[in-house]
């Protein structure tokens, strides 16, 4: 009998990394295995999941979790993956990327070897301060491309799409991309079936490949100073009247300024913006709850269901009942 093929599969665990986002990829793989070990030997692979670390082979805790990850320059990977940030925001992710020289060091040895460097959501921040996305396509969690944008202007990001691949670097979408990147790997390395049968025991879906389903413009990082104040302050007032001119003042701007970065920052009014926020909150509330169509207007800051059932339609093109049985949802 033949022995499987054995592929192996680092993590790179850092300070400040996301648990989860680190651990994922070590489920999917032994899931991928106990499928494998049911094929004919001769389609047989293995998969051998490991965390390691840029610190040497010492504890790292992350997210209030205590990892014991392999020396990476000791361990011979056939690719590996950089994890997310563990954040909030954008501004914890700059603190993070402060402290992980050794790991860009790391990364950049790795890449230099020609094997295949993956980055799960904003893990593709730290491999971007590496330099190592500079001239190269790449994606990141869709909310935070503006703040990567302007941080990384040399990467050649396409935040639209669930996973991007450019010659030897892969990087992969929001946080629960995490799965389509290690089911990724699975299918790059073990075969298309694998794939797809991995992807059925986790029930998920194997054939996302967009992030634009899941974008809520309203909650996107990084449009700059002005911008992020005026969001604030339309957020805090979403079923309240109020004017650009009281919203400029607060901003410190003129109107015209403000209407002007809003436009540039977002394609919106600061009016259009707000619109935008009450129909996801409108959305959200028919998808998680059975409240009347009455009731969602309400909360979401519309004087009257009309008005809400018309400004529903005209963003998401269908009524808010055609919009809960269009997706199963409870009326």
Known sequence: MNPARTISIGVLAYPGCLPSSATIPLDVL??????????????RVRFEGRLVSARGARPITAGGLSFNPASLARTDT??????????RGAADIATVLATLEREREALIEYAAGGRLLASACSGACVAASAGLLDGRRCTT????????????????????HMLVRDGGLLSSGGVSSSLDLALWLVGHFGGEELRQLSARMLATDPNRTSQSPFVASAMVEGEGETVERARDWIRQRIGRPWSVAQLARHCGVTPRTLLRRFQ???????????QQLRVERARELLETTSLAVGEVARRAGYDTQAAFSRTFKR????????YRRRFGLRH
Request: no cysteine; proline share 10%.
């Open 315 to 322: 963003w998401t093109q269908a009524t808010p009942a055609e």
């Open 30 to 43: 032994r899931i991928a295995n106990a499928i494998a070990a049911l094929r004919p030997s001769s389609l």
């Open 264 to 274: 540039e920052a977002l394609r919106l009014t600061p009016s259009g913006y707000a």
């Open 78 to 87: 056939d690719a590996l993956i950089v994890p997310s940030i563990d954040h």
């Open 141 to 160: 969690s869709w909310w935070l491309a503006p703040w990567f944008l302007q941080r990384f202007p040399m990467a050649l990001l396409d935040a639209e």
